[in-house]
């Protein structure tokens, strides 16, 4: 006789509601992780597609402005303390001072150039469907959240799967699911009552705390623009917005620069 017929109705039932909890936690973790890893890198490249590169611009015209503000600042005190300064140490101290601004351009430069780099190599929708079918087929065999017994080896299989899917790679996915199936083995709940009422409140606290970190998740950045990405007039409005910025800062580069070449003739007239 098998010990399933030696369970009593109670225990049974419970069984049958974690294993639905399980499924539904399984449900929650890949849609949670799908936000992550997928939808919302996706959104910002595609906002830096059509918005961030107009950032960039402007971030760029802002720190050449401020550059030639300080730099009449510097001209400015050479001048009244009648000193003789360099023009290569004026732009050593300029580089100097503006370095973290250099990092920020740097930055934006990098997400403008990953994101059309992810644009250009997305998966065939095929080859997506698989990728996300595999993921969530080994979501629900490793995901430590569901498998609270893991061994070492599935531990290190389950940091293979999340690696994988951060850089969707489809062939090394198709190859973890094997490496899997070679040493999957059925797993049977266990019989305590104690155990199995601790399992299902910790499953339905696990699954309540997904749901409202992904509702979180929808309220910020990328995901409260997914509408107005597609709105074409909205995008065009913000480029627009960018570069009115973008024209006042290149008034200001105009503006410092005029004034930099009347105090170095200021500077050289006063030291000879």
């Given at each position: 006789?098998?010990?399933?017929?030696?369970?009593?109705?109670?225990?049974?039932?419970?069984?049958?509601?974690?294993?639905?909890?399980?499924?539904?936690?399984?449900?929650?973790?890949?849609?949670?992780?799908?936000?992550?890893?997928?939808?919302?890198?996706?959104?910002?490249?595609?906002?830096?597609?059509?918005?961030?590169?107009?950032?960039?611009?402007?971030?760029?015209?802002?720190?050449?402005?401020?550059?030639?503000?300080?730099?009449?600042?510097?001209?400015?005190?050479?001048?009244?303390?009648?000193?003789?300064?360099?023009?290569k140490d004026i732009?050593?101290?300029?580089?100097?001072?503006?370095?973290?601004?250099?990092?920020?351009?740097?930055?934006?430069?990098?997400?403008?150039?990953?994101?059309?780099?992810?644009?250009?190599?997305?998966?065939?929708?095929?080859?997506?469907?698989?990728?996300?079918?595999?993921?969530?087929?080994?979501?629900?065999?490793?995901?430590?959240?569901?498998?609270?017994?893991?061994?070492?080896?599935?531990?290190?299989?389950?940091?293979?799967?999340?690696?994988?899917?951060?850089?969707?790679?489809?062939?090394?996915?198709?190859?973890?699911?094997?490496?899997?199936?070679?040493?999957?083995?059925?797993?049977?709940?266990?019989?305590?009552?104690?155990?199995?009422?601790?399992?299902?409140?910790?499953?339905?606290?696990?699954?309540?705390?997904?749901?409202?970190?992904?509702?979180?998740?929808?309220?910020?950045f990328p995901f409260?623009?997914?509408?107005?990405?597609?709105?074409?007039?909205?995008?065009?409005?913000?480029?627009?917005?960018?570069?009115?910025?973008?024209?006042?800062?290149?008034?200001?580069?105009?503006?410092?620069?005029?004034?930099?070449?009347?105090?170095?003739?200021?500077?050289?007239?006063?030291?000879?």
């Open positions: 006789m098998t010990q399933a017929l030696k369970l009593s109705s109670e225990i049974i039932t419970i069984q049958e509601d974690i294993a639905s909890l399980e499924q539904e936690l399984g449900k929650v973790i890949f849609e949670r992780d799908e936000m992550l890893n997928t939808v919302k890198p996706n959104l910002e490249a595609e906002y830096q597609k059509k918005i961030g590169y107009k950032e960039l611009e402007r971030m760029e015209t802002e720190i050449t402005a401020r550059r030639y503000k300080r730099q009449v600042e510097l001209i400015r005190a050479a001048v009244n303390r009648q000193e003789s300064i360099e023009e732009a050593k101290q300029l580089d100097n001072d503006f370095q973290e601004w250099y990092k920020k351009i740097n930055e934006q430069y990098e997400k403008v150039k990953e994101a059309e780099d992810r644009l250009n190599n997305l998966m065939s929708d095929d080859d997506n469907v698989e990728f996300k079918t595999l993921y969530r087929k080994l979501v629900f065999k490793l995901h430590p959240d569901l498998n609270p017994n893991q061994t070492k080896d599935e531990e290190n299989l389950w940091h293979r799967v999340q690696l994988t899917y951060k850089s969707g790679d489809l062939e090394e996915m198709r190859s973890l699911m094997i490496i899997l199936e070679a040493q999957d083995s059925a797993v049977e709940l266990p019989s305590s009552k104690d155990i199995l009422e601790k399992r299902k409140t910790k499953l339905t606290k696990q699954i309540q705390k997904i749901i409202n970190n992904m509702s979180e998740l929808e309220q910020a409260n623009i997914v509408g107005k990405l597609a709105d074409k007039a909205w995008v065009n409005t913000k480029v627009e917005e960018i570069q009115k910025q973008i024209n006042q800062w290149q008034e200001k580069c105009e503006h410092y620069e005029a004034l930099i070449k009347v105090l170095l003739v200021i500077k050289e007239t006063r030291v000879n």
